[in-house]
C-alpha cells in the first residue's frame, strides 16, 4: 500500500473514500466534518439520518467507522468515525484512535476501495496531541494488510502537520 502525505482540503480529493472526523451524533458539526457536509450538500446530510435510523441507539460510539454515499463529493464514499477526545492519554484514547483509523480501513475493503483519505482525526476540536496522532495513524495504517486498497492519503490541512507526518515517515523509517 502506497502511503502519502499531502496538505490540502479533504473534500476536493478524488479517492474512492474520504474519512470524515465527526461525532457520535454522525450528522455533521464544525471542523472537517462541516466542511465535509458543506461540500456534499444536503444528500450526504440525508445518508446520516438513514445512517442513524438503521444503528441500534440511532447514534454512533468512538472508534467506530460508518460509510455512506458522498453526496456532490468527488468520491464515492465517506466513512465517518468519531474519534476520541484526548484526556490524558491514559483513558484508552490510543486505542480508540488507532481503531477509528483500523476500522476506517476496514469500511473501505468492505467496498473494494482502491484508495482512501484521511484527515489528522481527533487533533482539532477533540485535542490529540498531534505528534501522538500522527504516530498512532501512520503504524496502524503500516499495520493493515490491505486486499483492495492499494493507495492511502494523509490529507493535512497545514503545512504544520504535514512536516509532523513526514518527519516520523522518515526518522522511524516506517515505509
Ligand atoms: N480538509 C482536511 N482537513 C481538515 C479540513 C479540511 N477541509 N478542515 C479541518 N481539517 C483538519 C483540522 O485542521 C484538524 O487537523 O481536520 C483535523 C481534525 O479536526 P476537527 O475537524 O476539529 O476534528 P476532531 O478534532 O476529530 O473533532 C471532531 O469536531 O468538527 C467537530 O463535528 C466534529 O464534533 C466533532 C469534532
Redesign the pocket.
Given at each position: 500500500m502506497k502511503i502519502e502525505v499531502m496538505t490540502?482540503?479533504?473534500?476536493t480529493l478524488e479517492v474512492d473514500a474520504i474519512v470524515n472526523?465527526?461525532?457520535c451524533g454522525l450528522l455533521?458539526?464544525?471542523?472537517?466534518?462541516?466542511?465535509?457536509h458543506r461540500a456534499a450538500g444536503k444528500e450526504l446530510f440525508e445518508e446520516c439520518l438513514k445512517l442513524v435510523e438503521r444503528l441500534p441507539e440511532h447514534r454512533g460510539y468512538t472508534g467506530q467507522a460508518y460509510l455512506t454515499k458522498a453526496g456532490r463529493l468527488p468520491c464515492k464514499y465517506v466513512i465517518h468515525t468519531p474519534?476520541p477526545v484526548y484526556r490524558d492519554g491514559k483513558h484508552g484514547e490510543p486505542e480508540l484512535l488507532a481503531a477509528c483509523y483500523e476500522n476506517s480501513l476496514r469500511r473501505a475493503e468492505e467496498m473494494r476501495c482502491t484508495s482512501i483519505a484521511f484527515?489528522?482525526?481527533?487533533?482539532?476540536?477533540?485535542?490529540?496531541p498531534k505528534e501522538e496522532a500522527a504516530r498512532i495513524a501512520l503504524k496502524t495504517v503500516q499495520a493493515f494488510s490491505p486486499v483492495s486498497l492499494q493507495r492511502v492519503v494523509f490529507?493535512?490541512?497545514?503545512a504544520g502537520?504535514e512536516a509532523i507526518y513526514r518527519r516520523i515517515i522518515n526518522d522511524e523509517s516506517i515505509m
Open positions: 490540502g482540503d479533504i473534500t472526523a465527526a461525532n455533521g458539526g464544525g471542523g472537517v466534518d462541516g466542511a465535509i474519534g484527515p489528522c482525526i481527533s487533533t482539532g476540536v477533540y485535542g490529540y490529507c493535512c490541512f497545514g502537520d
